[in-house]
């Protein structure tokens, strides 16, 4: 069963707009959540993370949402730019489990 | 700095033959992780080492697969023998404080397995 779940495998947007990618976990014991950004022939890097004590973490272009209630996260890229384009992958954590990453999602952002 | 090297990038071997993948973590990071990817599970973990010490081989699939670490600077994942299903990218990946979430992974840029 997967617990954290991307399920949007990928997504197309023009440059200068909004980039909202989704995850949704099932595992209440999650309380750490980070972004990853995936080059072709490269390992993934961190892009931002959210603690479950706050709904929102701000970093430049990239805002990350947390509603633990519906146990939902969101990635906003604004502006997009053509170099996001990129495999995102979301992950999760807590109390003694391991990091466990979505899917990824494939983002095109089209000039 | 130096991240978190891996080698081979690409290995190619067929079914049958004994397969050793390296990693060298990111000096003072005292948690390393392997993990595989494929299309069809996306990024699994293997197994997670903390102070060279192996925590947790759940992820591991099947006793083809063995893990070690003999020193701080220094990984293998080994598959013996290899089949093709085990074709897929595996990544390293270390971190500094050894906790599972808190705290950032940081990944080598993989080696691509091919197994015909």
């Given at each position: 069963?997967?617990?954290?779940k991307?399920?949007?495998?990928?997504?197309?947007?023009q440059?200068?707009?909004?980039?909202?990618?989704n995850?949704d976990?099932?595992n209440s014991m999650?309380?750490?959540?980070?972004?990853?950004?995936?080059?072709?022939?490269?390992g993934?890097?961190f892009?931002?993370?959210?603690?479950s004590?706050?709904d929102?973490?701000?970093?430049?272009?990239?805002t990350?949402f947390?509603?633990?209630?519906a146990k939902?996260l969101s990635?906003?890229?604004?502006?997009?730019?053509?170099?996001?384009?990129?495999?995102?992958?979301?992950?999760?954590s807590?109390?003694n489990?391991?990091?466990?990453?979505?899917?990824?999602?494939?983002l095109?952002?089209?000039a | 700095d130096?991240?978190?090297?891996?080698?081979?990038r690409?290995e190619?071997?067929?079914?049958g033959q004994?397969v050793?993948?390296?990693c060298?973590?990111i000096?003072?990071?005292?948690?390393?992780f392997?993990?595989r990817?494929?299309?069809?599970?996306?990024l699994?973990?293997?197994?997670?080492?903390?102070?060279?010490?192996?925590i947790d081989?759940s992820?591991m699939p099947e006793?083809?697969?063995?893990a070690?670490?003999?020193?701080?600077?220094?990984?293998?994942?080994?598959?013996?023998p290899?089949?093709?299903r085990?074709?897929a990218?595996?990544?390293?990946a270390s971190s500094?404080?050894?906790?599972?979430?808190?705290?950032?992974?940081?990944f080598?840029?993989?080696?691509r397995?091919t197994?015909?």
């Amino acid at each position: 069963d997967q617990q954290v779940k991307q399920n949007s495998p990928s997504l197309s947007v023009q440059e200068g707009r909004i980039s909202i990618l989704n995850c949704d976990y099932t595992n209440s014991m999650f309380d750490y959540f980070l972004w990853y950004k995936k080059y072709p022939a490269e390992g993934p890097t961190f892009l931002i993370s959210i603690s479950s004590i706050k709904d929102k973490n701000e970093d430049g272009r990239f805002t990350v949402f947390l509603n633990k209630s519906a146990k939902h996260l969101s990635l906003h890229i604004v502006p997009s730019q053509p170099g996001d384009s990129a495999v995102y992958f979301c992950a999760a954590s807590g109390g003694n489990t391991p990091l466990v990453f979505g899917k990824g999602t494939r983002l095109s952002v089209i000039a | 700095d130096a991240g978190v090297i891996q080698s081979p990038r690409h290995e190619v071997t067929e079914m049958g033959q004994e397969v050793t993948l390296r990693c060298k973590p990111i000096s003072g990071h005292n948690s390393l992780f392997w993990y595989r990817q494929t299309m069809m599970r996306g990024l699994e973990l293997l197994i997670y080492f903390n102070n060279n010490v192996p925590i947790d081989d759940s992820g591991m699939p099947e006793d083809r697969f063995s893990a070690k670490m003999p020193n701080a600077s220094f990984s293998t994942l080994k598959i013996q023998p290899s089949e093709p299903r085990d074709s897929a990218v595996y990544f390293c990946a270390s971190s500094a404080l050894g906790t599972w979430g808190g705290d950032t992974q940081y990944f080598g840029p993989g080696t691509r397995l091919t197994v015909l």
